[in-house]
């Protein structure tokens, strides 16, 4: 953030001391802050103070990625079945949200707007990001998931006669 003054003025930031203005005002730190600015003509007649209030945002949003259905994690991939509902929930501290954006198994990012379903049963690589009202977008996130739809099968087989008494469960 550069805040600028285009006549000769005494400025304090954060109600420290008086400061002679001699350029753009930067490098603040991220969060809120107060600057008061005052003009002195050649008399040394003092304007009445003005105040300006900034909120210098310099975090990205963070995105985080919800569940709705049945779910599970093996080795760093989330199984889920075609009817999971993926659900994602954005915060930023600063000038607030906003785009939240994912993509399944391409490069092309699509809004979010609302939870959606995968769909297509085998394995899907999500990636998701968001974006404050100032552009300061979150580092990509990346998901491997598998979608599985399909039931286990359970076969039971006696000790007797394995051949007779063989069963397929389902």
Same mark, same amino acid.
């Given at each position: 953030?550069?805040?600028a003054?285009?006549?000769?003025?005494?400025?304090?930031?954060? !109600?420290?001391?008086?400061? *002679?203005? &001699?350029?753009?005002?930067k *490098?603040? &730190?991220?969060?809120?802050h107060?600057?008061?600015?005052?003009?002195? @003509?050649? $008399? !040394?007649?003092l304007e009445? $103070?003005?105040?300006?209030?900034? /909120?210098? @945002?310099? #975090?990205?949003? /963070?995105?985080?990625c919800?569940?709705? !259905?049945?779910?599970?994690?093996?080795?760093?991939?989330?199984?889920v079945?075609?009817?999971?509902? /993926?659900v994602?929930?954005?915060n @930023?501290?600063?000038? +607030?949200?906003?785009?939240?954006?994912?993509?399944?198994?391409n490069?092309? /990012? #699509? $809004?979010?707007? +609302?939870p959606f379903?995968? !769909?297509? $049963?085998g #394995?899907?690589?999500?990636?998701v990001?968001?974006?404050?009202?100032?552009?300061? %977008?979150?580092?990509e996130?990346?998901?491997?998931?598998?979608?599985? +739809? #399909?039931?286990?099968v359970?076969?039971?087989?006696?000790?007797? *006669? %394995?051949?007779?008494?063989?069963?397929?469960?389902?």
């Open positions: 953030l550069r805040v003054l285009i006549c000769p003025y005494s400025l304090s930031v954060d !109600g420290g001391g008086p400061l *002679d203005y &001699s350029g753009p005002i *490098d603040l &730190s991220p969060g809120e107060t600057i008061s600015f005052w003009g002195v @003509d050649v $008399a !040394g007649n009445q $103070a003005s105040t300006l209030w900034v /909120f210098v @945002d310099g #975090q990205p949003p /963070f995105t985080r919800g569940l709705e !259905g049945n779910n599970t994690t093996k080795g760093g991939v989330r199984y079945t075609p009817q999971t509902r /993926f994602l929930i954005c @930023d501290n600063g000038s +607030g949200v906003f785009s939240v954006e994912y993509a399944i198994d490069p092309d /990012f #699509q $809004a979010y707007t +609302g379903t995968v !769909g297509a $049963a #394995q899907h690589t999500l990636r990001r968001s974006t404050d009202r100032l552009g300061n %977008r979150e580092p996130q990346t998901f491997s998931i598998y979608i599985d +739809g #399909q039931p286990p359970t076969t039971a087989v006696s000790k007797l *006669d %394995r051949e007779a008494l063989t069963q397929t469960v389902t």
